[in-house]
């Protein structure tokens, strides 16, 4: 009897799946309690399902863990700029740039015939300004007025910038010379000098007479050449003493030394002792050049020289007059007469 229910036991057992495993003291043995099985033996059901089965849902108070984030899709802007990054960091590490677009080729500019000829004629002109300046100042100034008229590229201010400061520094030079012949005497010289420098005329007159003015006032002489023609309100200058000794050059270049004979109408008679006998050549006042020049004839002839508009004699008296140390009303009301 005993050994049948054993035997009902046992296949129950198998059917429902529970093991009945031996245990000391003749009880039963329950999950977990024994050791691990043998090498070799199979685990049974119950064990391979509890292993696979999913884990448990939580019930509704239980913490939730966050869900992580999708991934951007490949079709959404997101999703293509990841796609991108990805790609481009992959190409970095492989070594390779992505590629370029070619750059389109710059067609060529072809020159424009009137800047070609602009360019020329500014050349050409400026040219003349550095070969002419040291001998023509007219032909020099013309020339920098025509470039000057020209719409001058940036690119060639340097190089005409340099030739007009060559210009001027030569009518500097030029006008620092003449009103030195004046200061040391020499009359004749310095009134050449003067005139030749105030001539100069054509299309750049004004030009010159600018760089002229400036250059006679870095010398403290207020001398503007474009001024001409007889000053009215001068008052007339005392008649040259008799038997005072002169020279005075004419303008064949012939040089007369003597003593006054007698003057009229600002023109003085010169009585001059030669190995054919005496002669008594004439010549305006102004031109007269008393051997013993003081303040008082060297302003007279400056005067004498505005009355009849021969201003650059009138230059030269006064240039004369102030090196001898005129400094008063007198030199000052002339000197406005000449540039101011």
């Known amino acids: 009897m005993m050994l049948a229910i054993l035997v009902a036991a046992f296949l129950l057992g198998v059917q429902g799946g529970i093991a009945v495993l031996p245990m000391d003291g003749g009880g039963v043995a329950r999950d977990g309690d024994g050791d691990e099985p043998a090498s070799g033996q199979q685990p049974s059901t119950s064990e391979v399902s509890a292993e696979v089965s999913p884990p448990s849902v939580p019930t509704s108070g239980s913490p939730t863990a966050p869900e992580p984030e999708p991934e951007p899709a490949a079709s959404s802007p997101a999703g293509v ?7 481009a960091d992959a190409a970095s590490e492989a070594g390779d740039a992505p ?19 602009r360019r020329a004629d500014a050349d050409r002109l400026w040219g003349c300004v550095q070969t002419m300046a040291a001998a023509d100042l007219e032909a020099a100034f013309e020339a920098a007025d025509a470039a000057r008229r020209l719409d001058l590229l940036p690119e060639g201010r340097v190089r005409l910038g340099s030739a007009w400061a060559e210009l001027c520094a030569r009518v500097r030079e030029r006008v620092g010379a003449t009103l030195r012949a004046a200061a040391e005497g020499r009359m004749a010289e310095a009134a050449r000098g003067i005139e030749a420098l105030a001539a100069v005329g054509g299309a ?20 503007d050449p474009a ?10 200058p005392a008649p040259l003493v008799r038997g005072l000794p002169v020279a005075f050059d004419t303008g064949s270049g012939v040089r007369f030394e003597g003593v006054v004979r007698a003057e009229r109408s600002e023109t003085v008679s010169v009585e001059v002792a030669g ?7 004439t010549a305006p006042r102004w031109i007269i050049e008393p051997q013993s020049t003081t ?8 005067a004498a020289a505005l009355r009849r508009g021969e201003r650059s004699w009138a230059v030269a008296w006064w240039v004369r007059a102030r090196a001898l140390g005129a400094d008063g009303a007198r030199l000052v009301q002339l000197g406005r007469r000449l540039g101011e």
Do not use: M, N, Y
Not at 82 to 87: P, T
Not at 207 to 223: D, H, K, M, P, S
């Open 81 to 87: 700029a990841v796609g991108l990054a990805g790609r």
């Open 99 to 117: 590629p370029e677009d070619p750059a389109e080729p710059i067609a060529a500019v072809p020159p424009d015939p009137a800047e070609q000829r």
């Open 204 to 223: 750049g007159r004004a030009l010159a007479a600018r760089v002229i003015r400036e250059a006679a006032a870095l010398q403290g002489v207020a001398w």
């Open 227 to 236: 001024r001409t023609g007889a000053e009215s309100g001068v008052d007339l």
């Open 275 to 281: 190995a054919g006998g005496r002669r008594f050549p």
């Open 295 to 302: 303040v008082d004839l060297a302003l007279d002839q400056c």
